[in-house]
DNA sequence: ATAATCCTCCAAATACTTATGGAATATCGT
DNA sequence: ACGATATTCCATAAGTATTTGGAGGATTAT
């Protein structure tokens, strides 16, 4: 075999990985993973895909070595494979905002303003909570709090906040978070506190940075 | 439009710039334009791809705001946008020969035992070169090292190094360095080097982290 | 064994991507 | 204005990806 041809093969072997990464359903489906691990039908429904299809994107991201799976009885689960997975598809979203006007304008549609949410940074997250000065809420699906959240934090998925105002404190800072920085569920949540009162910020990016960066954690 | 669908127009956004990234060509075109700007049918010609293809796929590049343009005359040259693209490029490289256990063997067949070639760090490089005890051998095509090479080095492209043995020194440590990482030409010359009696050595990685990097360069 | 559950594989339809040669367009020097 | 050079656009053919519904396999509980 020639050079030439080993080069191609090579060169090959780097567009596989390009081609793992080019298709919407299999980038939603490692942030959703990027909660903690899940079975094949839990994600086609909480996506909203056919389970078919779901299953055959997830065996394309398991032969790219982005995902693993775990056999428990019946069911299959799937996870990432490593936090490098996350930083790389975290590197995409962030080149694809910076570098896309549309993908920036369809990020800014999606999420609105988030900087008029003040984020506030994991590091400042950490000192309140070690002083006791916040209230953090943790907004994803119930599924992925059972997963893994920030110690300390309240379990108040999305779509049950409005009927739970009452339980969340009018003196103190709340600081909600969701899946990471393209995540829409966290920033509705700081509007809905804002609107009805609250005192309420973002916490810059999502439950997959904290727990990589190895700050206090639950499960 | 509902929230949902604007979550699908955006992961189709960041699922464009993976697109970009699921072909060998327009990675190939990455890295050698990774080494300074080029116009189009000298890439085509020194990748050996068709013109019209070439252009085509500059164009796909172009449009995921990985390549900037300049027009000088007649002819239209391109370049990389960002120092972030050269990074994000790397990453996936890196990202699947870690992965995948046929892209790491790719890189093997192409690139040989690299580790035997006894890499040098970019920053051991400079300080060998501050105390004048080291040459440097740029092995790159003359084109790339006119357009910038590490402040010091010779330019000996590597299909003419066997010819031109007689200009290096039996009595130093020789360095040598090509396009980074995956590309072949750095390799083979330390293997050249060693086969005819030289102290000969790879530096790791090439001339884009060594530019990114702020070390001493000339052109 | 049998049924129930969950997942993967398969075939088919549709849509997109890649690669090619040749025509069209843009710029420059005369 | 004209020819030379460099690039892009276009039509087309072949190849690859996506999505779907339904058949086929594994595993567990009865």
Not at 126 to 154: C, N, Q, S, W
Not at 171 to 198: D, K, Q, T
Request: charged share 25%.
């Amino acid at each position: 075999m020639s050079d030439r041809e080993r080069k191609l093969l090579l060169y090959e072997q780097f567009a596989r990985m390009g081609k793992a990464l080019a298709n919407p359903l299999r980038l939603e489906l490692i942030d959703v993973l990027a909660q903690g691990e899940r079975s094949v039908d839990d994600l086609a429904t909480s996506c909203g895909w056919k389970l078919s299809n779901t299953s055959a994107q997830l065996k394309v991201l398991q032969h790219a070595g982005l995902l693993r799976t775990r056999r428990d009885g019946v069911k299959i689960f799937y996870r990432v494979a490593d936090t490098s997975v996350l930083e790389f598809v975290e590197s995409l979203k962030a080149m694809a905002t910076e570098t896309l006007p549309d993908a920036e304008k369809a990020a800014r549609d999606y999420l609105g303003d988030v900087s008029a949410l003040q984020p506030v940074g994991r590091g400042d997250l950490a000192e309140l909570i070690a002083r006791g000065e916040v209230v953090v809420v943790d907004v994803r699906p119930a599924e992925e709090y059972a997963a893994g959240h920030i110690a300390g934090a309240l379990s108040i998925p999305h779509d049950q906040l409005a009927a739970r105002l009452a339980e969340l404190p009018k003196e103190s800072l709340i600081v909600a978070y969701c899946r990471g920085r393209f995540c829409v569920m966290a920033p509705e949540a700081v509007r809905l506190l804002r609107a009805n009162g609250f005192e309420a910020r973002l916490l810059a990016d999502g439950w997959p940075q904290w727990h990589a960066e190895g700050l206090p954690v639950a499960s």
